[in-house]
């Protein structure tokens, strides 16, 4: 079977690309998503374009969206892209424009402690105009929802506690905390501390964001729940990640292994796309609703 190579979507169209060669073959062509609305297609130069998504969710997943389901949803970037966050590794990532290893190393900051400093206050800045998207909202609906359901995240803007969501496992910090590198010690907030760039604890060491940085560990207490609860989930969705930054990419084959149900939720395949049970192709802040008011229906019928 003639099969293109995806490429992408643009503006909820799904492009393909197919050498001219092919094109009177078709009517054997087929795009591995089924969510499609419908195959009407037109040709520009060597590339097919598909017709509007329609969000289409199995009987398989719909019977699995029950209150007693154990749910884990890991997320990463691309669910905060959509409120206007910048992603990393994306076209316009900020790794596009910034070297990872003068801003985001604790090399860096012991080296030029102002630099990084006035670099995550400015990222800071950015994030107070931000608001939480549909799809994190619609995960708080998940959270009351499920009884067994745990978040974990990837991102450190602390969108889904804006949203209201709670008990999430943070992988890699939040960007809105910082500890001071000599004692430990936790900050909620930097008022009442001297101002300085850093700031500095009371026991006289540096304070910095309470992120996790290149080359450093993974919080553990954070990363064993991760495993614990991946392990031990019946469905798991995998929002808006890349799936190839380890060790939370490994979080969703873990949950496969366990017999998890496996959903994917992007707006392109990946490399986790292969291995899952159901890919949803599209925004976060789109389908994440739509399966909230699946769940709603069902328990309204269970009444």
């Not at 890699?172 to 936790?186: A, V, Y």
């Not at 008022?191 to 992120?211: A, H």
């Not at 064993?224 to 979080?251: D, M, R, W, Y």
């Amino acid at each position: 079977m003639l099969r293109p190579d995806f490429i992408g979507t643009r503006n909820d169209v799904f492009l393909c690309h197919c050498e001219p060669k092919a094109w009177q073959s078709l009517t054997e062509i087929r795009v591995f998503q089924t969510n499609l609305k419908k195959l009407d297609f037109t040709l520009t130069n060597s590339y097919i374009l598909f017709g509007v998504m329609k969000l289409e969710i199995s009987e398989k997943l719909q019977s699995r969206l029950v209150p007693e389901t154990k749910v884990v949803v890991l997320t990463g970037a691309g669910i905060s892209a959509e409120s206007g966050v910048p992603t990393f590794r994306g076209k316009e990532g900020l790794w596009k424009k910034f070297r990872p290893e003068e801003l985001a190393t604790f090399e860096a900051f012991m080296a030029n402690p102002k630099l990084v400093w006035e670099w995550y206050q400015y990222r800071r800045k950015l994030l107070e105009q931000v608001k939480p998207n549909l799809g994190h909202k619609a995960l708080v609906d998940f959270q009351k929802f499920f009884k067994g359901f745990t978040l974990i995240t990837q991102n450190v803007d602390g969108l889904h506690q804006k949203a209201g969501s709670f008990d999430i496992v943070e992988l890699h910090g939040n960007i809105k905390r910082n500890r001071c590198i000599s004692c430990g010690k936790i900050f909620e907030s930097l008022k009442n501390l001297k101002e300085k760039n850093p700031p500095l604890c009371d026991c006289g060491g540096r304070i910095r964001p309470d992120v996790v940085w290149f080359g450093e560990m993974l919080p553990q207490d954070a990363l064993q729940k991760a495993f614990f609860v991946s392990s031990n989930c019946e469905l798991f969705f995998s929002i808006g990640t890349s799936a190839v930054v380890h060790p939370a990419a490994s979080l969703p084959i873990m949950a496969k292994r366990g017999g998890a149900y496996l959903i994917e939720v992007n707006i392109e395949p990946t490399e986790l796309s292969f291995i899952t049970d159901e890919k949803l192709l599209g925004k976060a802040g789109e389908i994440l609703p739509e399966i909230v008011k699946l769940f709603r229906k069902n328990s309204q019928k269970d009444m």
